[in-house]
């Protein structure tokens, strides 16, 4: 076989894929963004019947038996370093997709798009009796799928490997255990301490066009691209990269609180930042692909938590603040740090602060886990839910509504995604330590706003290696080690001892 003649053959119908995935990315993002709100239905079945068509383009990839001889090639070393990437990616995506029957992912996708409304409408009442037959059927399917896909240990590794490609539920279930049982006496601790901050932002009020302003000029010092993107306004903030030429960001405003609409502007930049960063020469191959949703999470969360929640970042904000803001003349630097890094277990993971952040996420994984895995059933997950809170952040939870009942990714059968996030939390703290030993007086930088480093130490280090490596074996090439807690501990543990003045 002649390989390069196989190889452009098959990058040929890799770029057609991309094509297709970039009309595709732009309907659903002018969804979120624009689209009126009676277009719904016959935009729901042009998406649809696009969708359809790619997954035909990516099941055709093996016509000819192209994709399996490539893939034959790569298992025996005959590939060089880029395209036997490029195969062994495109290898198990295609496998993952051919190993599920047509009529079975036909049916799964009719049942998430009822089980998304019937959610909503349960979620309205504070019924979960409502929404039980529905989860049920989609908790056996996603057996089903498991099945199919093939496993050794658990039925819900195949499941995380969808998002997470290569992470084990053991590994998984070890590190959460870990960080449980660190967090739950830590927050404790904190929660008997009184952090006295008088919020000086919060609640006043600033016109959204003047946050759209800053939350620009803000995106833009930092680093983010906006000729190569853009900001815009949706419910909830978003990024969505049709090519690292264009790769979008949202924020959502609210009249009275800057700094929410500010802290997740600079989260969906660090997303922005990593799309803008792949490698444009590879686009339409996995070698400009992110690497993994945990990673990709980890620059969302290094960018939000460890660089904008830092006492130097509040310096900088503080000036800029009040330099083009009117009547935040009276807030302190040290009020903006503070008010930035408060400490409230919540019922809401989404606004969860990022100590007890992670506990909301090891809670839905103890009971998705049990649900795939058959030892818990949907009618016992209220109270589940329920008790977990209780133990775990010490809340009680009112009504399933704000409780089990809270997210939608369940009724969209996206079981073994949550995860991701607590890697992201724990990859951004590993590579956080592991920059600041590169990048001299980081922090004399961040408080003067220069963060040309650390854009280009995270264009290095991650953007430019797209899916070149699995996400251990790339956070392990720049930190020396593999998915692991001690950073974040460590991290925390410094930062809100200081903050709250007690030993952690
Ligand atoms: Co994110």
Known sequence: MDTKKEMAKLKKRLKEIAHLAHASKLLSWDREVYMPDAGTEHRAEAASELSGLIHKKILALNSDELLSNLHEAEKSGDLKDDDAAIIRETWRDYKRKAELPEKFVRQLSQLTSEAQSIWRKARENDDFDQFAPTLKKIVEMQQEKAEHLGYEETPYDPLLEGFEPRMTTEKTEK????????????????????????????????????????????????????????????????????????????????????????????????????????????????????????????????????????????????????KQLAGLENISANGVYKELNTVTPSLIRVEADEVTYNLHIIIRFELEKALIEGSLSVEELPEQWNEKYEKYLGIEVPNDAEGVLQDIHWSMGSFGYFPTYTFGNLYAAQLDQAMRKEIPEIDTKIRSGGFEQIVSWLQNNIHRQGKRYSAEELIENVTGNRLRVDAFKSYIQSKYGNLYEINL
Do not use: C
């Not at 302003?213 to 010092?221: H, L, S, T, Y």
């Open 175 to 322: 590190i959460f255990t870990d960080l449980r049982d660190f967090l739950v006496p830590l927050i404790e601790d904190i929660r008997g301490q009184e952090l006295s901050i008088n919020k000086q932002i919060e609640g006043q009020e600033v016109p959204i066009e003047e946050q759209k302003e800053f939350n620009r000029a803000v995106a833009e010092e930092m680093g983010y691209d906006f000729h190569a993107g853009r900001l815009d306004a949706s419910t909830h903030p978003f990024t969505q990269a049709m090519s690292p030429q264009d790769a979008r960001i949202t924020t959502r405003y609210t009249p009275t609180n800057l700094l929410s609409s500010l802290t997740a502007t600079i989260h969906e930049m660090g997303h922005g930042l990593y799309e803008q960063g792949l490698p444009d020469a590879h686009y339409g191959t996995p070698l400009a692909e992110p690497a993994s949703l945990g990673v990709h999470e980890s620059q969302s969360r290094l960018w939000e938590n460890h660089i904008a929640r830092s006492l130097p970042f509040s310096k900088w904000l503080h000036q800029k603040l009040t």
